[in-house]
């Protein structure tokens, strides 16, 4: 650090992404991406004519990609937003939203309690219940912006669209922001509230299940007065934030259904077979919604497990936090990669004393 940063800096401490090495030796595990290729339809609009139009600004009110958004969802498009990916999103809605502070669980992703302190609110923390499932309840009439990713990050649980409605429903004073990055995998999208519920704002990206980490897009979808407030973050900011290329991917990908639904079927096929063998393995797993899963083994603890792995060529991701430190996180790749981490697994694990 140096000798001018900002004094409230200091003591932040920025969000650890999980490992990203540089070559392709690893059975990579650890970052929730799509084991899949990208909408081959998305990937034969990559033009030299749209290579050639890189000269010029992208288009600030990304109108074309936020329609196909639009039509998707059946919203309007003054509903959605886009950004350089949802944390981007997530970002501009801690900037607008947290004055009054913020809550979310105490297991969730990694990144609201970072923004919280990026943006100086005050972040109050709720505990998951004992199961890791979050009780609606407890987050009645917060005041505050209230973050819940559902699924959830890190266990993966999905808490049901009736406990959704609750939490907006109760909350009618503040903004309700649910995380949807892994609701293709396993909920239904809140997205048939935000009609109803002037205070819900759904976060999505195309990170996860259309295959365009590396893109770097996300929206958001909510009532027209929320997403302009979003906007106004925005232009405050980075006018230009979606590419000119992820913007025609994304398009694309969300057009490309046939695509989305083939490769989400394969993940969550691929989830449930791995589910199965964990258990024949005599792991303990939490129940998935998502396109990872959260396992542990009496034989080992989470942080021995990640190491023993990595060193065997397959990377997954530990978490020290003291709830979830006897667990590993696996992301769900093709189903020869879930067969290359039983088989380690197993060696791993008969090779441990008691
Ligand atoms: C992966 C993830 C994100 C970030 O997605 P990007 O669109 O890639 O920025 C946001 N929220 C949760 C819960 C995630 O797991």
Redesign the pocket.
Known sequence: MSEYLAKDLLTLAPYVPGEQPKDGAFVKLNT?ENPYFPSRYAVSLITDKAIDDLRLYSDPTCAALRGAIAAHYGVGEKNVAVGN????I?AFAFRAFAENGVCFPDVT?G?YKVFAALFGAAAEIVPLREDFTVDAAQYADKKKLVVI?NPN?QTGIYLPLSAVETLAESNRGSVVLV?E??VDFGGESAVKLIGKYDNLLI?Q????SRSL?GA???FALADEKLIADLERVKYSFNPYNVNRLSAILAKAAMEDVSYFADSTEKIVRTRESFAAELKKLGFSAIPSSANFIMAKHEKIGGAALYEKLKTRGILVRHFGEERIRDYVRVSIGTPENMRVFCETAKEIIDGTKG
């Open positions: 929730n990916g949802s944390d981007e997530l992703y990144f990713a990050a995380d990055a892994y976060v990206t195309f990170s996860k980490a770097r897009v996300g």
